[in-house]
């Protein structure tokens, strides 16, 4: 590829091997076609991943990483003081301005958007996107295309790349076709009802998506260099066959008895069935509480993959917990003891940081399995998060069939761009995208950007007589003025056992789930239990798992905060729900007499603790609000609700009122108190930008920036955190197995081990907010496993095997507890 041998890209310090930039460009540059060539831009990914790092061929980088490395000494001329120079030799500027000053420009907006869009991915290749117009109306991309050929050293590059090489790359570039490729893709962006905003938007999304292929491509060449031993442990997109895993589900599914509830779970799965042959697109599954919609959206999706020949099936959901307990049940469906780890993938938590170290990046996860489970956040993160990290994944949501469960809970401030995603994934990367909960928020009828979803859109046509059919309990609305003491609820509780012989209570906040399992424990003398997300995932299943050996036989109290809601199979006699979200009371509703064992219908009580405070848990607070609305109105009419609170009416109405309140939140508003410090919007950052084009306007005459696309990247990703993304994964010390871990990942030095131990750590680990975990680690709670590797575990002395993770230590805990 260039006229001399001897650059080099990286240098592994274990074997003291140098990889030759030629290779690493040209791996890239083929890994990276692979990647694009999901949305027919091959020759764009290849061209990306061929000029990326392309800079690495000038001098001054050859000095920087021979000195860095050893490969010269420090009296050497060619030596250069690294310390000094970290972080200032350009090495990623080259390749940008090559392809921006060879894109021909005939028709000057429509290339413009070609050369802005392949540049921006490798000038962003190492910081995450960068802002094209930033909000204080600088144009940062054009400068950086300006930027001194003394500092970026294009002229030299170029000049040493192999004359045939450089002709077939000036060649392509100057190739009208190629152009024309890239934009007729953003030209099939549009929809009819698009507007400027939302074509912007998704423009944007389109560039993050060549950005992902490049990024991805690199780090992983990278990391199979550094670690050769890792690269076995890839599946590299090779799977089992969808043919394959289809006949092992079947053959499954035939074991369950055609009986009671089983009859209509039976019939759901069948309708999802024979939905498969449907088209790529977006659809709706509404089925109640208990109507096995995991298994019956899991056999349409391997039905309608292997249709339409789709990468891999992606599973999205709010909490860790339903991760764990939907993989054990797809593994035992399709998993065999020969391709055991390999077909089913859990993506729980955040074990790794966002800036990665070379060291970091070997171990991340690139959802690289035919069946992928992971949450809301870690997707919201791929498709609008800062970094590298997140942004690697998006490719992989491509040609993919992506199941959005409980989708009731996508956060507020998201809804906008959410939409957009959903649009873009479907219409222009082949994917096929299902919303499925028994409560569907109402997405498609909010009043700007919303989705368009029909009657022929949804998957199970007889919805509301599924509710008929799957009705289990009786809803009791026992809210009271003033509200009830925890001492009545703890005696509410004693009284259910009796009548039900099981009661699960479920609070909005882990303060109170903490101090009301205290009083139930010492006052109830029936087996008490604890769950909140301060346990680690292994804990929360153990815990359930105990739980459910005990029902119906003995009396349980089970004391939970939301996550037991969504999708956890398990069944008590009675609910008790502190108020809340609509959503949420028909969830908790789902947990009691769930597969219709009981002679009589269960009982669901709504109950309003007379203290509690949700000042920081807004989304909560407002739709406990909309929740006591309904209740209000359900009392003085009930026949408008058909006489029953669980009913799809009910849920309509409750979402009506929520998504009225709250419909300037729904584009991520931000303003001066947020890290940004101004008044605006995310989708509008990520769009047209207008506030940031006017300050650039105020500063240049009220000229218009030249460039097409606009957005303001950077600023937007640094901002957006979705539910907990500003957490970070900690390794806790549960059980044998979790302080057996923790053991493995402190004393292992391997590559290959570190990754599997890595990817077994997600089961034990707790999200641990960042100002929280920097606190315990300045405290000697929370400690580095290895140098330079920044995965953290927790002190054993600070687990508590009812509590979990505890900043205070975990037997003056129990020791409070035995008083």
């Known amino acids: 590829m260039f006229k001399k041998d001897g650059l ?16 690493h460009l040209e791996e890239v540059s083929e890994k990276a076609g692979e990647f694009a060539s999901k949305i027919g831009l091959k020759e764009h990914g290849e061209l990306i991943g061929l000029l990326h790092d392309i800079g690495k061929a000038s001098d001054e980088f050859s000095k920087y990483i021979k000195s860095a490395t050893g490969l010269v000494d420090s009296d050497e001329d060619d030596y250069m003081d690294v310390n000094k120079m970290k972080g200032k030799v350009d090495h990623s500027s080259a390749g940008a301005q090559f392809i921006y000053q060879n894109i021909p420009q005939k028709e000057k907006n429509e290339f413009l958007l070609v050369a802005e869009a392949l540049s921006l991915c490798i000038a962003s290749h190492h910081s995450g996107m960068v802002d094209c117009i930033s909000p204080d109306g600088e144009d940062s991309y054009s400068r950086r295309m300006k930027k001194a050929e003394i500092k970026t050293h294009i002229v030299e590059v170029i000049e040493k790349l192999d004359d045939k090489k450089r002709e077939h790359i000036i060649n392509r570039l100057k190739s009208e076709g190629f152009s024309l490729n890239l934009i007729s893709r953003f030209k099939e962006l549009r929809a009819d009802n698009d507007s400027k905003e939302t074509l912007a938007f998704k423009r944007g999304l389109l560039v993050r998506f060549l950005f992902s292929c490049l990024i991805d491509a690199d780090r992983l060449n990278t990391a199979d260099f550094e670690a050769p031993e890792t690269a076995k442990l890839r599946n590299n997109s090779s799977y089992n066959d969808w043919p394959v895993l289809i006949n092992r589900f079947e053959k499954n599914l035939t074991d369950f008895e055609p009986e009671g509830i089983n009859i209509v779970r039976n019939d759901i799965s069948q309708a999802c069935y024979d939905f498969f042959n449907r088209p790529n697109g977006l659809y709706q599954l509404t089925v109640p509480t208990g109507g096995g919609k995991t298994l019956a959206s899991l056999r349409f999706a391997l039905h309608h993959a292997n249709k339409h020949g789709l990468e891999r099936i992606i599973y999205v959901l709010p909490y860790t917990t339903i991760i764990d307990q939907n993989a054990d049940v797809i593994r035992k469906f399709i998993e065999t003891e020969t391709d055991k780890g390999r077909i089913v993938l859990e993506h729980h938590s955040n074990l790794l940081p966002k800036n990665e170290t070379a060291r970091q990046k070997i171990l991340s996860e690139n959802w690289d399995a035919p069946i992928v489970l992971t949450t809301n956040v870690q997707v919201l993160e791929a498709l609008f998060g800062s970094g590298t990290r997140g942004a690697r994944r998006m490719h992989q949501l491509a040609k993919a069939v992506i199941i959005f469960d409980e989708i009731q809970n996508l956060p507020i401030k998201c809804v906008h761009m959410f939409n957009m995603a959903v649009n873009f994934l479907v219409n222009n990367c082949g994917s096929t995208v299902v919303l499925c909960t028994a409560t569907q928020p109402l997405l498609d009828k909010i009043e700007r950007r919303a989705l368009t979803i029909t ?3 949804q998957m199970v046509s007889n919805a509301k007589e599924l509710f008929n059919d799957l009705k289990r309990v009786n809803v009791y609305d026992k809210t009271i003025t003033g509200g009830w003491s925890e001492e009545e609820i703890v005696e509410l509780a004693g009284k259910q056992i009796a009548k039900t012989g099981s009661v699960l209570i479920v609070v909005n906040t882990k303060a109170a789930a903490k101090k009301l399992y205290q009083q139930c424990k010492q006052s109830l003398g029936v087996d008490t239990f604890h769950l909140s997300t301060n346990m ?18 003995s009396p349980v109290v089970c004391v939970s905060t939301q996550l037991i809601e969504a999708g ?51 989304d909560i607070k407002i739709a406990k609000e909309k929740s006591e609305r309904v209740l209000r109105e359900f009392k003085d009419y009930p026949e408008l609700f058909d006489n029953d609170l669980l009913s799809l009416k009910a849920v309509e109405l409750y979402y009506k009122y929520y998504f009225y309140q709250r419909k300037d939140q729904m584009c991520y508003p931000v303003d001066r108190k947020s890290k940004l410090r101004l008044d605006d919007d995310l989708f509008n950052l990520l769009s047209l930008n207008g506030r940031s084009v006017k300050e650039f306007r105020r500063t240049n005459k009220g000229n218009l920036p030249e460039i097409p696309l606009k957005q303001a990247f950077m600023t937007a990703a640094k901002s957006f955190k979705a539910i907990e993304s500003n957490t970070r994964g900690v390794v806790v010390p549960y059980g044998k197995e979790g302080k057996e871990l923790i053991g493995k990942l402190c004393s292992e030095f391997k590559t290959d081990q570190l990754y599997k131990y890595l990817r077994y750590a997600q089961r034990y680990s707790v999200n641990v ?25 927790l002190d054993t002395c600070y687990y508590s095997d009812e509590f979990g993770l505890s900043e205070n230590p975990a037997n003056d805990m129990d020791f409070l507890m035995s008083d």
């Open 568 to 618: 956890v199979d398990i069944s008590f006699g009675s609910v008790i729900r502190f108020l809340a979200g609509f959503d949420s009371i028909m969830q908790a509703a789902g947990r009691c007499n769930r597969n219709n064992e009981m002679q009589s219908l269960g009982e669901v009580i709504i109950v309003n603790p007379k203290e509690e405070n949700l000042d920081k848990l807004p």
């Open 769 to 793: 907010f960042s100002d929280r975990l920097n606190k315990m680690i300045d405290n000697g709670i929370i400690y580095e496993v290895q140098p330079e590797t920044e995965v953290y575990y």
């Open 455 to 457: 009657t022929q859109q």
């Open 536 to 553: 680690c995932p292994a804990h929360r299943m153990y815990i359930l798992n105990k739980v459910k050996e005990l029902l119906p036989k």
């Open 8 to 23: 080099i890209a990286h240098y592994n310090k274990d074997d003291e091997t140098t990889q030759s930039l030629s290779a």
